[in-house]
């Protein structure tokens, strides 16, 4: 099998999940966006996705990241760029020219630093807050749920090239996703009474992507069910 073929079929297999579990929630297809994560794999499998009709794809390295999109653009495939991994603050000039979309913005100060850098490119720049549920590993990225709103009013108040555009989490390893995407969704529900326009859920990873779904989730981050395993890195 060669590797669009076998892009295609992971593809279909994730997009079926995802059509069940719509069924099950009762919910439209349609308020679902997948963003394939491309983390570690070449531009090439890239343009195959797009080729498939993939539209949003994601990375969590900088430089890799942008230096994929160009590759990527090379190639002729033209996609919303998510960066949804851990970002220092140094790196976020940078990463405020190339990405579409910040999944993880978690403080006031790399707030500050995106929108130096959206403003230094000429761009506004959509961010997501990243919540952390996960109370035994403080040095997990995220705010706690009690911060959410004083970061997203220092983002709506200081940071005029940033749009706030919702909120991100990745569940707590090894416990039930489903109430923490439960409590997602609450504090989702309470941003957008302040904020209207922030109504993005990223939510759901390959494991766990079907209990998003059923809490609301907008915008799924699946890499492994359609990339496969990963490489192991040196």
Known sequence: MDRRDELAQNLAAVRE????????AGRSRDELTLVVVTKTRPASDVALLAELGVTDV?????PEAGDKRAQAEQLGAHVRWHFVGGLQTNKAG????????????DRPKLARSLDRGAEAAGRTL????????????????G?????????AELVTAECPHLELGGVMTVAPLGQDPAPSFAHLREISAALVREVPGATIISAGMSEDFEDAIQHGATHLRVGRSVLGQRPVLQ
């Open 126 to 141: 959509r961010c997501l807050i990243q919540v952390d549920f996960d109370t035994t590993d403080p040095g997990r990225a």
């Open 58 to 62: 994601g990375e969590n390295r900088h």
């Open 143 to 151: 705010v706690p749920p009690h911060e959410v709103m004083s970061l």
């Open 17 to 24: 999940r995802i059509d069940r579990a719509c069924e099950r």
């Open 94 to 105: 940078a990463v405020a020219r190339y990405a579409d979309v910040v999944h993880s913005l």
